[in-house]
């Protein structure tokens, strides 16, 4: 029963101050029987015939020592509770002790809103919690108290000091004074000798924040520092990576002890490995089918997605004459790494002709660029034709065996300043062949390059032990048909049909970009548009300026006797079997390396991926380790190097006083 401020009826006598006086009552129906009997329920609680012999009774209450009182009431004593054995258990890890305090305080919640819970603890709430009233019939000694309740006197701290043998009852009991003003009916009913005191239904000044029943919800996991991201690791790693494989859902991953729901395991994945999780049911039954496509496949589509969910890869092509110089440029991150992508490249290949007398210094230096991310997949070289493979070092698994061959365009075979070299591999399902050729030169001679186009795609022998991803659209008399993508880049040695002064004038008047009047004159672009060179294949639109031919550490073009026309010898052209797989991103060249009279000209591509066979022969993740680590140690030397002279310099400085 609820009194009118919200407060249920509480193990403590209902206290009233009498106008008129009268006898002392006792509690006991015993020695007061016509004051007082007990309830028709048998729940020990004490009832009053009227109102006056009530409050005349209690008053007389209030002036008993503790001591008759507790003598003179029945109380039912309270047995306690032998404590719990002790368990032993295991040390418990992060998520079961979040797991616990959630308990803890939903079981308090609950206590809170079930009227058959009891517990002391809460005695705390209950006088500090101001609920609305609520309606009820009201006892005679409820009104009783509702009347008496403004006025304080000496009886009722008295009767606190009884309350402190109940619990929640004691603290109701010192405060009554204090709160007599806005708890007039606070004590009511039901006596001492009864019943246990119980709480009401605390209601909030306002709704109380939703609460997901899941340990791994932002708000715990933040609380409880479970994951640093405090994000669901399933939303954080289809944002990342763009899937999530069906094994993170199993909730019997981790053990039956160590995590107790879905979302506690999704929590705990993250702090394990990027990697997805294998069950141990998978492992004993995972084959790899005859398709070789099956899930968990190395080229599969489903790795694929996990590292490209787009399917695209980027991909850096380049071609430098390097005019047989020895001396190299002192910084190759203007060329390798230009500043216009926000992101680095998977893949670097890199083509050199008239290479530099040391190849292998030409390589580390590349290593030393591009850095620790990356490892040189393979490299080939014929005569003074280079070429380098550079890889992201997670990919290098995805590999197949590189293959390379090479073709003399010289009549003298021994003389190989002029030809082709090419390498070729698959990655995951996709086929790639790069080529760098070096056409024979001469304003005049266009015939003479068109030869040695066709001589290269003719006889150029690859692939040679890995299989060709679709045999049907290839064919024996050109090299490029039987590739997914191909890269063609080098020194073309295609000119400029018109004379220097005319050039120089246009340049003059379009110092930038706009170099469409001289295209038009362009040997090259001429001769694909006639289907005679270069059949099938693409080029990006050209907006940098000529390539070929400069002063040596000059930016001003041939100013020797010869004055040779400025042209764009140095080209980069694709072709692919299917449409859209290959986008060109960036097609431009390097004016700040000028160790050469030709120009570094470089191409980024988006290329889409196709899943692939583990039946190819792999490169098991071989790389030149040797010149990675050489490269890497010339990194760290030359930053040390380099903070040494900024702190020499910082050191050195000279003050003067005039």
């Known amino acids: 029963m609820s009194t009118p401020n919200g407060f249920p009826q509480h193990s403590g006598a209902c206290v009233t101050r009498s106008t008129e006086g009268g006898a002392v009552q006792d509690l006991h129906a015993k020695r007061a029987g016509k004051a007082a009997k007990k309830d028709a329920g048998g729940n020990g609680a004490l009832t009053f015939e009227d109102a006056a012999s009530a409050g005349s009774a209690l008053n007389e209450t209030l002036k008993l020592l503790p001591d008759e009182l507790k003598a003179n ?14 368990r032993l258990e295991r040390a418990a890890s992060l998520d079961e002790k979040s797991w616990r305090r959630w308990r803890r305080f939903r079981t308090s919640q609950e206590s809170l809103t079930d009227p058959n819970e009891t517990s002391s603890s809460n005695g705390s709430l209950q006088e500090a919690s101001l609920s609305p009233p609520t309606r009820g019939r009201a006892s005679p000694c409820h009104r009783c108290c509702h009347q008496n309740s403004l006025h304080s006197s000496p009886g009722a701290s008295e009767a606190s000091a009884v309350g402190k ?27 001492f000798a009864g019943s246990k005191p119980r709480l009401s239904q605390v209601m909030p000044a306002r709704p109380l924040p939703p609460l997901e029943l899941r340990v791994a919800s932002p708000s715990l996991r933040t609380a409880n520092r479970i994951d640093s991201d405090c994000l669901d690791y399933r939303q954080y790693s289809q944002h990342k990576f763009g899937r999530v494989s069906s094994s993170l859902s199993d909730t019997r991953l981790h053990g039956n002890g160590m995590v107790y729901d879905n979302c506690s395991t999704d929590s705990m994945k993250s702090t394990f490995s990027l990697l997805t999780p294998i069950r141990s049911k998978d492992v004993r039954s995972s084959y790899l089918e005859g398709s070789l496509l099956a899930s968990g496949a190395l080229l599969g589509a489903e790795e694929l997605s996990r590292y490209f969910p787009d399917r695209n890869i980027g991909i850096f092509v380049a071609t430098w004459n390097m005019q047989g110089q020895k001396e190299l440029p002192l910084n190759l991150d203007d060329f390798l790494l230009p500043t216009d992508p926000d992101y680095a490249q998977d893949m670097y290949v890199i083509g050199v002709q008239e290479g530099c007398p040391d190849r292998r210094e030409w390589e580390i230096r590349l290593q030393e ?37 090479t073709v003399t365009t010289r009549i003298v075979s021994q003389i190989k300043t002029k030809g082709a070299l090419g390498i070729s591999f698959t990655f995951f399902g996709t086929s790639f062949l790069f080529i760098t050729s070096h056409f024979t030169s001469g304003d005049s001679k266009v015939n003479e390059r068109k030869l040695d186009y066709n001589k290269t795609i003719q006889s150029l022998t690859l692939p040679k032990n890995v299989p060709d991803t679709n045999p049907y659209r290839s064919s024996s008399s050109d090299v490029t048909t039987r590739f997914d993508e191909v890269f063609w880049f080098g020194d073309f040695n295609f000119r400029l049909n018109k004379d220097r002064e005319t050039v120089d004038s246009i340049l003059n008047q379009n110092p930038e970009t706009d170099v469409s009047r001289l295209l038009a004159y362009d040997q090259l672009t001429s001769e694909m548009s006639r289907g005679s060179i270069f059949k099938g294949f693409q080029e990006a639109d050209i907006r940098f300026r000529p390539s070929y031919k400069f002063d040596i550490g000059k930016d001003s073009y041939d100013t020797t006797s010869k004055q040779r026309t400025p042209s764009y010898t140095d080209r980069v052209v694709f072709r692919s079997r299917y449409r859209d797989d290959i986008h060109a991103v960036k097609y431009s060249s390097c004016p700040v390396i000028k160790t050469s009279d030709h120009r570094p000209v470089f191409a980024l591509f988006r290329v889409k991926v196709r899943p692939g066979r583990d039946n190819i022969p792999l490169a ?5 380790r040797e010149l990675y680590l050489i490269g890497i140690k010339r990194r760290i030397t030359r930053e040390l190097q380099k903070r040494k002279e900024q702190k020499d310099q910082k050191s050195s400085s000279i003050c003067s006083i005039s």
């Open 73 to 86: 009431m029945k109380m039912k004593p309270l047995a306690p509770r032998p404590p719990q054995k002790p």
């Open 369 to 405: 660029t591009l850095g620790p991310h990356y490892v040189m997949l393979y490299s080939a070289a014929h005569g003074v034709l280079y070429m380098s493979v550079f890889i992201r070092r997670d990919l290098i698994w995805f590999c197949s065996e590189v293959e390379y061959a």
């Open 165 to 191: 043998s109940r619990g929640s009852t004691s603290d109701l009991g010192k405060r009554a004074s204090e709160l007599s003003s806005a708890f007039g009916g606070l004590l009511l009913g039901k006596a």
């Open 620 to 624: 098991a993740g071989q790389f030149d």
